[in-house]
């Protein structure tokens, strides 16, 4: 499983707090700091992109 942040986004925090493990904040953009999503951190990244209030979390299986 992959993420990405699109442009979308508002640089909120919100994914960094769910999923400290996978989503950075950099200036004013979220990043995405791991290549695969370990197994492990699956659900709470999924769960980040549900809740983004910019739905700028682009997840791929
Ligand atoms: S939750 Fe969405 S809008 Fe907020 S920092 Fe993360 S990607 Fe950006």
Redesign the pocket.
């Known amino acids: 499983m992959k993420a990405t ?1 699109t442009e ?9 707090e769910i999923c400290p493990e996978v ?1 950075v ?1 950099e200036d004013d ?2 990043e995405v700091i791991v290549d695969e999503i370990p197994e492990e951190y699956q659900d709470k990244c999924k769960e ?1 992109a549900e ?4 739905e ?2 682009i997840i791929e299986e």
Not at 51 to 54: D, F, L, T, Y
């Open positions: 942040v979308e986004c508002i640089a909120c925090g919100q994914c960094v989503f904040l953009i979220a980040a809740e983004c209030p910019a700028a979390i």
